[in-house]
């Protein structure tokens, strides 16, 4: 049975919430309407009458005689006096006892009723529903996922049990909604699991190991499961799940490769065929402080740099860009011109530590990585985490500077920030950043909207859960190679807009317009991509741009030029 809360909270979404703007300017207006004859009531009683009244006693004369109540305590008695109380009754009737109660009748009771009397949740796709993604559990990773989703145009059906969610996806966010149980066989039936493209199942792991028992006894549909355990990838690949991907570890993992500067190592952004897209740090290479021009990357590997990524920024180089040593580097070539660069640019870790602040499993996943390369390492909680007792932290509170300065993190060569609170993360990226000004902070956000303050109080990179666990599912759908992108940068494929077919690059304006820049051309007849094109690069029909750019300019191109 609904509460009296979830009833009051549709006045409070979607449709609803407009109109009660629209009630709160209308309140306004007969405000303003009261106050108004006030003062003239006051300056009439006065001029005409000689009698003074508080501006109170006006307001009150006001309100009595618009809602025809006219106690008759405060009269008029001359005639411009009578016609003045005329026109505030007859305003008092169209304004408060016509218009109020008939607006507030169409604007919110009849929906209302209407809504209560017409919804019925969606329980079954039509038959011809195919090629679409299942989604199973909502939660920051499946939003940012639907969100690619949407600028891909990849039909998506989330499944939820829960009713009111259901109602709440569907009116407020437009999305394909189906209210039933996950692990029901029937549910699976009726949203065509079938001919689903892909099942994304992100429940807890138990359920989701039902999930995909399930789905196995009725489909040899793909499933891509995300193991809150990593200790339960096998059991659920068991269970018939085609791709488990164990997010902490993954996420630990990346965290500690943006840490250390042991080696310099690119990391495989994105691949498309033989052309892969890959960053690799400044700091620790020969290049750093060089001009792009005096370090001769493209000329000594035959790498493009297409880009440079520095504490949330995403910037397009020129030949006389200075190659800062706290910026990434986007690069743009094959693996064999990787492994050149890296010959190039690799280093010898000489007196490497990294603090790591933060025992959940995401700490213990990257103290474990640390531990394989090796790179020492120090790790600090409050408190022992019991799953993993294999590295036992500092004890002490990591927001008091005390502890961090008296384990020494000004020799320290970067710091990983993992606690499950970004308050806390944000302050520890402060601390840490002032206790150590050139230390490499890599930070972890909980939530997306957090990101730009980590980057504000420091960090060099911040990893993001939601969108590390979308880009890898997103890549997971699309088969590709890579494991996922770095945070803020997106690198995409699209087909070319009909609209610039026979201009230029120069003439497409897609960097101006859009603000992300063409990484590469797919030829028409196939072979290798054109990488970097130059702006004078006329765009043909039947080629594919290959492009780099934040997950705003993705959405922005896909809004610009692939409109349904």
């Not at 703007?21 to 004859?37: D, E, I, S, T």
């Not at 501006?55 to 008695?77: C, K, R, S």
């Not at 068991?238 to 993954?250: D, M, R, S, T, W």
């Not at 995409?492 to 051309?521: H, M, N, W, Y």
């Amino acid at each position: 049975m609904k509460t009296i809360s979830a009833e009051l909270a549709y006045f409070f979404r979607g449709r609803a919430r407009q109109n009660l703007k629209v009630l709160f300017y209308y309140c306004a207006f007969l405000l303003a309407m009261v106050l108004v004859y006030a003062t003239v009531f006051r300056y009439l009683m006065w001029n005409l009458e000689g009698r003074e009244f508080s501006f109170i006693a006006g307001a009150y004369w006001v309100i009595t005689v618009m809602t025809t109540l006219g106690f008759g305590d405060i009269t008029f008695h001359s005639d411009l006096g009578y016609i003045f109380a005329a026109l505030v009754t007859i305003t008092g009737v169209v304004f408060l006892l016509i218009i109020l109660p008939f607006g507030m009748i169409s604007l919110f009771l009849a929906p209302w009723i209407e809504h209560r009397l017409r919804y019925h949740p969606t329980l079954e796709l039509p038959p011809e529903t195919a090629g679409h993604v299942l989604i199973f559990g909502l939660d920051p990773v499946t939003r940012t996922l639907i969100r690619k989703l949407k600028n891909r145009q990849i039909p998506f059906v989330l499944v939820t049990p829960d009713h009111e969610l259901a109602l709440r996806l569907e009116e407020e966010e437009n999305l394909r909604v189906v209210c039933g149980s996950p692990m029901d066989r029937e549910v699976l039936t009726k949203v065509r699991i079938e001919q689903a493209r892909y099942v994304i199942a992100n429940l807890s792991d138990p359920e989701n190991a039902n999930l995909c028992l399930t789905v196995r006894a009725l489909a040899k549909t793909p499933i891509a499961a995300i193991a809150n355990e990593p200790e339960h990838a096998e059991l659920l690949k068991l269970a018939g799940a085609n791709q488990v991907v164990p997010l902490p570890k993954i996420l630990g993992r990346y965290l500690a490769t943006r840490a250390t500067t042991c080696g310099a190592l690119a990391h495989v952004l994105d691949s498309f065929g033989q052309l892969q897209i890959a960053e690799i740090p400044v700091y620790g290479t020969p290049f750093a402080n060089q001009t792009l021009e005096q370090a001769r990357i493209r000329q000594q590997t035959g790498l493009a740099v297409v880009g440079l990524w520095e504490r949330g920024h995403l910037g397009f180089p020129d030949r006389d860009t200075v190659l800062d040593p706290e910026a990434l580097m986007i690069l743009a070539g094959t693996r064999e011109q990787l492994d050149l660069l890296e010959k190039l640019a690799g280093e010898q870790p000489q007196d490497e530590l990294v603090f790591i602040l933060g025992h959940g499993r995401i700490g213990c996943a990257a103290a474990n990585f640390l531990e394989r390369i090796p790179v020492p390492f120090l790790l600090f909680d409050q408190q022992i985490n019991p799953d993993c007792t294999e590295h036992i932290p500092v004890i002490g509170d990591a927001t008091g500077r005390h502890l961090l300065k008296q384990a020494g993190i000004e020799r320290a060569r970067g710091v990983i920030i993992t606690t499950n609170n970004d308050n806390t993360n944000i302050f520890l990226t402060l601390s840490s950043r002032h206790s150590n000004p050139h230390i490499r902070i890599v930070a972890r956000a909980n939530d997306d909207a957090n990101v730009d303050q980590l980057y504000a109080a420091g960090a060099d990179f911040v990893v993001s859960n939601a969108s590390v666990g979308a880009n890898i599912l997103n890549n997971i759908l699309e088969s590709k190679e890579s494991v996922f992108l770095a945070e803020g940068i997106s690198v995409f494929r699209r087909p070319l807009p009909p609209e610039l077919v026979g201009k230029t690059i120069a003439d497409s304006q897609i960097r101006p317009r859009i603000g992300c820049s063409i990484v590469a051309l797919e030829l028409p007849g196939g072979g290798d991509p054109l990488i970097v094109p130059p702006p004078e690069q006329l765009l043909e029909e039947g080629m594919g741009l290959i492009l780099i750019g934040g997950p705003q300019q993705e959405e922005l191109f896909s809004q610009t030029f692939l409109k349904p």
